[in-house]
């Protein structure tokens, strides 16, 4: 009956109609945060805008999105323009609207890469036992933790991690395991939403729920679509931590590796607080 | 003899004129690079043009670049679009043209922030004692070296420091005191600038000067203007290392710290390389 199964969430959740640079999306309950959706399905679906534009021409290497506006629940509007056209890279320059107004903006760089010398310099964290993780309840929490399978190996939200020691809130380090659920393969749009899947750092520092809100995203892929696909449907293992919380505004880091120990992406983010 | 003292250089090489969303600008010889300018005076006019708007609310919190084509010596144009303005955010979009043709992209949050909850979580790195600290020698390097006072303190270029073990070339990490030559008080200009003053690290892990260029240069201010002035024209400390180089792009990050310890800025770019 496969004919009869319906798409996954996150399908759903990035589904675009629409030609040449004008696309039609709608927020879906399952993304849903606690005021409008979840970042990363935003910053999802506008990827996904030039992904599957006609244009298209490389793959992702950069991708900021900020956040101007709160995002509602229903239709939005996506605008994209190819900027600039170069050999072997594309500028791409993406808009969200509701109501005529613009709720987000975003850039992304396109390239066409070729093999040479490669290596990485930032050190692969222990890899936890993810049978030892602790995964994350969706109790309580808006409907898009549902969406994901977070297993917590170290730190994280105090509310799931008993810390043994005085230094327990002056690092919000978290390492976790992390896939989409129900599983579904990993693309750039489902890559780039997982970045933006670790809880603000602010709740693990404050050990409590504060108003916080990302205004900026970038990520930056250290993958091609072949190393995409060798992961498929697997967890991957997230890193994150904040730099500095200062006055309103925070900043956080995150990288992503894969099972066998592959840094995919690394992201950062500054967010909104109030204390 | 006031009134005959030039400006700074930096001062010129983000020199505008012009009102409402257009301005224009020059490129100088102080902030040359091996082709075109350097991509931090690129990225500091930019923000200069939005701070310098009669519409600009609030200090910068986050400012990305895109370098989307090569930028010649010469005349060029920024147009500046105020994409959103919020009680205390605002959302910038900036455009820098030649020839009527896009060359650099830029979206900029501002915000006005209120004093709150403070931390800083990343770890001070050991302060370097400026004066054993090697001066990098301005010969052989682009016009804009000779712009800056940078003391490399560990790491760097190996053509200035000796690396006595076999992990010499697994890691890029500098750690450096830097300013403007001659000395300027800080303001958001210079630090952005100031974020791109570290070499590409695929100069270090290969021991020679390659092909590089910064596609996407992303900065997170963590100071307001008060902190500025505390730090006046004193040098910062700075430290950068890369994170992973694969098939033509590497990313590096960097922070910035006043010489009592604070962190100002942390900063990551996505870099071509060709090997």
Sequence with gaps: ????????????????????????GQTTEHYANMIGPFGGIIAAVMLKAILGHADRQGDPVSFTVNYAAPISNGAFEIATRLVRN???TQHWSVELLQQGQICATAT?????????????????????????AVR??????????????IRLAR????????????EAYTSS????????????????????????????????R??????????????????DTDTLRTIGDREVIGEARANRFYNNYFDQTAELWTPEGM???????????KE
């Design 263 to 273: 840094l995919i992406a690394t992201s950062s983010q500054v967010c909104y607080y």
């Design 108 to 132: 992304a760089v396109l390239a066409t890469r070729r093999e040479t010398w490669t290596a990485t310099e930032l050190p692969l964290p222990e890899i936890p036992n993810i049978n030892e």
């Design 206 to 223: 404050r050990d409590r729920i504060v108003p916080a809100g990302t205004v900026s995203f970038t990520v930056y892929y250290h993958a």
């Design 155 to 166: 730190g994280g939200l105090p509310l799931y991690i008993t810390i043994e020691n005085e």
């Design 173 to 204: 380090i978290t390492l976790q395991w992390v896939r989409d659920e129900p599983r579904r393969p990993m693309d750039y749009p489902s890559l780039t939403a997982i970045c933006d899947s670790f809880f603000p750092r602010i709740y693990i």
């Design 136 to 149: 994350v309840s969706i109790e309580g929490f808006p409907s898009w933790v549902k969406q994901y399978d």
């Design 86 to 88: 170069n050999r072997s």
């Design 1 to 24: 009956m496969l004919q009869n199964e319906d798409p996954h969430p996150f399908d759903m959740a990035i589904r675009l109609t629409g030609e040449g640079d004008r696309f039609l």
